[in-house]
Nanobody, 125 residues
Framework: QVQLVESGGGLVQAGGSLRLSCAAAGRTFENYVLGWFRQAPGKDRELVAHISRNGRSTWYSDSVKGRFTISRDNAKNTVYLQMNSLKPEDTAVYYC??????????????????WGQGTQVTVSS
């Protein structure tokens, strides 16, 4: 199980930017597909971005496409989420997750026993 520590959240005005980081402890970081999720109060946890093991393939939810960018640095065991043009509806706790399944068949949040503490992002209007 990869241990994950998210950081970089904060309070920002609408239109602003934040860069989230997620540091992973453990070996073979490059063997994991990585994703960023978020959970707003009273809502289910949702996937917002995904990056493949080698970083060449990414996916974004429609709600963040064109504004958020996911990237990874396998040498630093870290995945990033650059968030631009933030909106109040982006307010949530953001979590990263790692999946070492092969083949990777998709994200199923309920199957992960471990989640980091998350990092709070609050966007004011």
């Amino acid at each position: 199980q990869v241990q994950l520590v998210e950081s970089g959240g904060g309070l920002v005005q609408a239109g602003g930017s934040l860069r989230l980081s997620c540091a992973a402890a453990g070996r073979t970081f490059e063997n994991y597909v990585l994703g960023w999720f978020r959970q707003a109060p009273g809502k289910d946890r949702e996937l917002v971005a995904h990056i493949s093991r080698n970083g060449r393939s990414t996916w974004y939810s429609d709600s963040v496409k064109g504004r958020f960018t996911i990237s990874r640095d396998n040498a630093k065991n870290t995945v990033y989420l650059q968030m631009n043009s933030l909106k109040p509806e982006d307010t949530a706790v953001y979590y990263c997750q790692a999946d070492g399944s092969f083949p990777f068949t998709g994200w199923v949040p309920r199957k992960y026993d471990y989640w980091g503490q998350g990092t709070q992002v609050t966007v004011s209007s």
